[in-house]
Each structure stands twice: as structure tokens, then as C-alpha cells.
């Protein structure tokens, strides 16, 4: 009471010193600062009602305005004057625009794109500032399509390699945990990221808020406390109930209350009381540190469970409208993104018309300048051509002199001819006569040749015939008789048969067996692509798992591989603890 009376007259203080109507108030938001002039009399409602209007927001029921308090945080409440609260005192009032309670299905319940566009900023910083535990693999793919929803498609011509030097895309933790550079972190992301290409904006964001949201602590306000033992523990308050956590473990809860089981919630002072709606369980009490935590669980309840109840109704009509302007302006944005689509496929096809026309032209350019250089070439070879013809010309009326001086030295000539024609005919006698004589000296030097071959034949026979008879004579002087028996085999060839025996081969139910093969494949493709996603994580975890540096592992990393191996996820748990009864969840939760 002490503090509150010495806030509430630092405000009257503070408000002496302005005009005592108005004061400044700065909104922070996941996005940028915004600054406002409020009427001292505003409630809290107004004012969170004119930053949802400066925004655009219509799904106001999951944000709330958060100022901090001391060593906690607490909510501005909508109907109590923005002065009468605990607000800090310095000009301007800070308060910060935040997610206050998180939908169960993201694309199922957030309707408008800046709905979801608050949520993917404020979940990506937790996951940067490792409020929200992020396992390496899934870093890398909602780092990837984090990128998307910046530059939208993957464009190797625009994003080289080191595009993404300055962005804050990965935990420091999973940056530590790995012997990898920033160009290699680079590279992984980047693949990831070119796989995207197609998606808006709205769709890479709704994507990474569909991952993000089966993180173990997505979504959860922590709170210490301590059972009736005093064992110090921690509650767990989020979307679908009350989780209990061991202080060393924010992943795995050890027992859960969903809201449908809840009855009736109260805090007297620091002791909380839960009543199960089965009457016939005991009440479950825990003690927090402060009363001021008591009331900011009471409140997180409280939204839950309303927020619980309302998405198993039908819809109000300011939802549905919602809903159907939203499918109205998303079939307004799919239909201008397809003409935008065929407006830059036209715009590419004229740029690959122009680059074609502009090659083309270069083509010509450099024709048309080899064209030039060979008139040139054939006007200096015609040049040439015309100083040999001179030359010519002049060397044949030179030819032409000397073949008129040639013709007179030819008549001169044939003069000479006809009076060396009678010496000619008796030289032509003689040699008649010559010829005569050598051709009978051939002949007589042919028949003296065949003589001479003719006697050489003839001695060669008479030699062989003496080498005959020689032979003879010593074959009869030599000759012994000898008779050996003669040698007879006899070979009897072998019939091999070979006997094949008939074998037989019996298949029945081929029928049968084709249909279970058929409907076993059907399964597993049906298998593979409801896991695709868990296939690409599972893909990342191993192209990077060589480079892991274990020793530098937290606890929690620990924690989540343990859980990865035996299989347990955050749905698949929550729904093991609530299949117990309420009742052994109590007792269970008291003997801790």
C-alpha cells in the first residue's frame, strides 16, 4: 500500500508539472516506437484502443500493453485509469505492445496479416534471445524463412554470398554449440531459403510461426512456485492448461491440468487455490514468491481459459466478417500477385527479347566492321591489281617485239632448213644401214645365248642323274630287313547323359501379395509426405552434426536430445500426462 500511495503522488506530482490534461505516452512494438498524447482521465482501455486503430488491429482479445515493475512485469488493465496504475513515472510513460495469450493453431485462429505479423516478430525475437528454446536444425530453417518474409524470392543474381553478414538470424547459443563460420551458417540458410521460392511474405511468416509453435516453450509464462512440501517448482501457463515443471527443466512437464478440467481459480494473498471440476478431487494449492505474481497468474488464467472456451464456439459475427475480408483480400492479393507474376514474366521475356536484339545488333555491329575491313582490303587489292595490269601490258608489248624479232629469226631459220634437208635424207641413209647391221648382231648375240643356256641345262641333268645313281648303289650295299609288330588301339567313346530333374515352383496368393504390396506403398508415401517437415530437420541435424561441439551442450540441449530419441514431442506428452486422472495429477503434483 506504502509503494502504491508513494507512486500514485509521484504522478500527482508529475502531472502539477504538465498542463494537468494531458501526458506522453511511447508504445514500444515488436515493429517501431510510437508516441501519443493521452488524456489524464483515459482508462487503459482507450489507450490500448488507439494504438489497435493506429495499427490496424482487429484481433486485440491476444495483445495487451506491458510495463515493467520492479523485478517483475505486469499488464495494464483496461479498466482502470492509465495514472491510478502502477506505471513508471518518468515522461514519457513507457509501455511495450505485446502478445499476451497464443492461439493453439496459429493458421487456424490468427485472421489478420498484422495479427500474424506481430506474433512472427515478437516469437522470432524470443527465439533469438533464447527465451523460446530453439533446437540448431529448426534455427536454420526458420532463420531461412525469416529471410524470405525480408527479401522474398531467392534471387542467386541479387543475393550473393554474404548478403546475410549483417542479420541476427541464430541463437548465440546454436552459433557456439558448432565449429562453422558465418559464411557456412550462411550457406546452409540460404539452400533452405531457395527452396521457398513462390511464398508472400504472409505465407513465410505463417510457415515459421507453424514451426515455432511445437517448440517445448512456445507460448509458456513461467512462474516460480512451491508445493505443500515446499519443493520449489515451476508453473508452466499457456494456450491449453497448467503445466508443472521441475526448476531445471522448462521442456518436459511433469504433470498437466488442461482447462477443460479447471473449475474455479483463486489466490488468497501468496497461496494459490485450483478446484478440479471433478468435485470429488481435492483442491491444489501452491505458494509464490509475491502477491504481485499471484495476480499476473490469476490474469494469465483468466485469458486462457476465456480464450479456451471461445475457440470451441461458433465464431462471433465481428470474427467471421473478419474472417471474410480476410479471404476476400487474400484472394485480392492472390489475384494481383498472379498478374504481378505475369507482369514480371513479360517484363523478363522483353529484357530477354532486348538482351536478344542488343546481341543481335553487336552481332551486326561487328559484321558490318569486318564487311568494312574487306572493301577496304579488296580496294587495296583492286589498287594492286590495277599497278600489275600496267606492268603487264608493258611487259606484253615487250613479248610482242621479241616475237616479231623471234618470227624473222624463225624464216631465217627455216631457210637454213630447207637447205640442210638433202644432207639430212643421206645421214637418214646411213643411219637405215647402221640400224640393218646392229639388228642382225642382236639376233646372232640372242642365238649364241640360248646355245650357252641350253648346255648349262644340260650339265645340270647330268648331274642330278649321277647323284641318283649314287643314292642307289648305296641303298643296296645298306639295306637290312626288319619286321615290329604292329600296335592297335582302340578307343571306345564314352555316352555321358546328363538327367535334369523337373523342378517346380508353386506361388499362391499372388493376387493377395501384389494388393499388400500396392497398399504398403500407398503408406509410405502417404508416410513421407505428412513428414517432410521432420524429414528436412532431420536432414539439417545430420549435415551439421559432425561440426557439433558436445561439451559446450546446455542443459536444456541435453534435455531435448533425450526427448528427440525416445520419440516424446510437446503435443504427445501433454496428451500421456492428461490420460491420467485428475486425481493421481494432484497427488502426484503434492508429492513432488
Not at 31 to 47: A, I, N, P, Q, Y
Not at 91 to 118: K, W
Not at 141 to 155: E, N, P, W
Request: proline share 3%; charged share 35%.
Amino acid at each position: 500500500m506504502a509503494s502504491a500511495l508513494a507512486a500514485k503522488m509521484g504522478f500527482n506530482s508529475l502531472m502539477r508539472k504538465q498542463s494537468r490534461r494531458n501526458f506522453n505516452v511511447r508504445i514500444c512494438t515488436a515493429e517501431s516506437d510510437m508516441e501519443f498524447s493521452c488524456e489524464v482521465k483515459w482508462k487503459g482501455k482507450d489507450l490500448f484502443d488507439l494504438v489497435c486503430r493506429t495499427l490496424g488491429l482487429r484481433e486485440t482479445w491476444f495483445f495487451g500493453l506491458r510495463y515493467n515493475i520492479k523485478d517483475t512485469v505486469a499488464w495494464l488493465k483496461m479498466e482502470k485509469k492509465v495514472l491510478d496504475q502502477e506505471v513508471p513515472k518518468e515522461e514519457p510513460i513507457t509501455l511495450h505492445f505485446l502478445v499476451r495469450f497464443y492461439p493453439e493453431n496459429a493458421e487456424e485462429e490468427l485472421v489478420q496479416d498484422i495479427t500474424q505479423h506481430l506474433f512472427f516478430l515478437q516469437v522470432k525475437k524470443k527465439i533469438l534471445e533464447e527465451d523460446i528454446h530453439c533446437p540448431p536444425e529448426a534455427s536454420v530453417l526458420l532463420a531461412s524463412y525469416a529471410v524470405h518474409a525480408k527479401y522474398g524470392d531467392y534471387d542467386p543474381n541479387v543475393h550473393k554470398p554474404g548478403f546475410l553478414a549483417e542479420e541476427d538470424l541464430l541463437p548465440k547459443r546454436v552459433i557456439n554449440l558448432y565449429q562453422m563460420t558465418a559464411e557456412m551458417w550462411e550457406e546452409r540458410i540460404t539452400a533452405c531459403y531457395a527452396e521457398h521460392r513462390g511464398r508472400t511474405r504472409d505465407e513465410a511468416e505463417m510457415e515459421y510461426l507453424k514451426i515455432a509453435q511445437d517448440l517445448d516453450m512456445y507460448g509458456v509464462n513461467y512462474f516460480l512456485i512451491r508445493n505443500k512440501k515446499g519443493t520449489g517448482l515451476l508453473l508452466g501457463v499457456d494456450a491449453l492448461g497448467l503445466h508443472i515443471y521441475e526448476p531445471d527443466n522448462r521442456l518436459t512437464p511433469k504433470c498437466s491440468f488442461p482447462w477443460n478440467e479447471i473449475r474455479n481459480i483463486s489466490y488468497s494473498d501468496k497461496e494459490f487455490t485450483i478446484k478440479p471440476v471433478d468435485k470429488k478431487t481435492n483442491v491444489f494449492k501452491f505458494n509464490s514468491s509475491r502477491l504481485r505474481v499471484n495476480k499476473l497468474i490469476l490474469q494469465l488464467c483468466i485469458g486462457n481459459h476465456d480464450l479456451f472456451i471461445r475457440r470451441r464456439r461458433v465464431d462471433s459475427l465481428e470474427v467471421q466478417q473478419m474472417r471474410s475480408q480476410a479471404r476476400e483480400e487474400r484472394a485480392r492479393k492472390q489475384v494481383e500477385r498472379q498478374r504481378l507474376q505475369r507482369e514480371k514474366q513479360l517484363r523478363e521475356d522483353a529484357e530477354r527479347a532486348r538482351d536478344e536484339l542488343k546481341r543481335r545488333l553487336i552481332q551486326l555491329q561487328d559484321e558490318a566492321h569486318m564487311a568494312n575491313d574487306a572493301l577496304l582490303r579488296s580496294e587495296q587489292t583492286a589498287d594492286l591489281l590495277a599497278e600489275k595490269a600496267q606492268i603487264a601490258e608493258e611487259e606484253a608489248k615487250l613479248l610482242a617485239q621479241k616475237a616479231a624479232e623471234a618470227e624473222t629469226e624463225m624464216q631465217r631459220i627455216k631457210v637454213t632448213a630447207i637447205r640442210g634437208q638433202e644432207e639430212r635424207r643421206l645421214m637418214e641413209q646411213k643411219m637405215l644401214e647402221a640400224e640393218m647391221l646392229a639388228l642382225k648382231m642382236a639376233e646372232e648375240s640372242e642365238r649364241r645365248a640360248k646355245e650357252a643356256e641350253q648346255l648349262k641345262q644340260d650339265l645340270q641333268d647330268a648331274r642330278e642323274s649321277e647323284r641318283r645313281a649314287k643314292h642307289k648303289l648305296l641303298e643296296v650295299t645298306s639295306r637290312t630287313v626288319y619286321a615290329g609288330p604292329g600296335l592297335q588301339s582302340d578307343g571306345m567313346p564314352r555316352d555321358l547323359s546328363f538327367s535334369r530333374e523337373n523342378l517346380s515352383f508353386d506361388f499362391k496368393d499372388t493376387d493377395m501379395k501384389r494388393l499388400s504390396m500396392e497398399i504398403e506403398k500407398e503408406k509410405v508415401e502417404y508416410m513421407e509426405k505428412s513428414k517432410h517437415l521432420q524429414q528436412q530437420l532431420n536432414e539439417l541435424k545430420t549435415e551439421i552434426e559432425s561440426l557439433k561441439m558436445k561439451e559446450r551442450e546446455t542443459p536444456l540441449d541435453i534435455i531435448h536430445n533425450q526427448n528427440a530419441e525416445q520419440g516424446t514431442s510437446k503435443h504427445s506428452n501433454f496428451k500421456k500426462l492428461t490420460l491420467q486422472s485428475t486425481k493421481s495429477r494432484v497427488a502426484f503434483f503434492e508429492e513432488l
